[in-house]
């Protein structure tokens, strides 16, 4: 990734509101590349994210690179450890 880069890190919010962070990382920021970050059920989400933002709003954009991967995490209840889905979805002009 080059250094213009920037992260939108999706998670509870509405879809639009992350849809809106891409575009103004693209516009504001002149960069190349914006990489979407989930975990867990907010997957689904930024799916959501990049197809709206690729077939709405900016056609130029395409997926450049997906990379999937798993987090351990602790739990705070008993203290074990559990298994979180990642994806990372680079897109780039």
Not at 3 to 11: A, D, L, Y
Not at 52 to 72: A, C, E, H, N, P
């Amino acid at each position: 990734m080059s250094e213009k880069s920037n992260v939108v890190f999706i998670g509870r919010k509405p879809t639009m509101n992350y849809v809106l962070a891409v575009i103004t990382g693209f516009s504001t920021l002149n960069s190349e590349e914006v990489v979407l970050k989930a975990r867990g059920r907010a997957i689904s989400t930024a799916i959501d994210v990049a197809e709206i933002t690729r077939r709405r709003f900016l056609s130029d954009v395409k997926v450049k690179d997906i990379k999937i991967g798993t987090d351990q995490i602790e739990r705070v209840e008993d203290g074990g450890i559990s298994n979180v889905s990642t994806i990372e979805v680079i897109l780039s002009k």
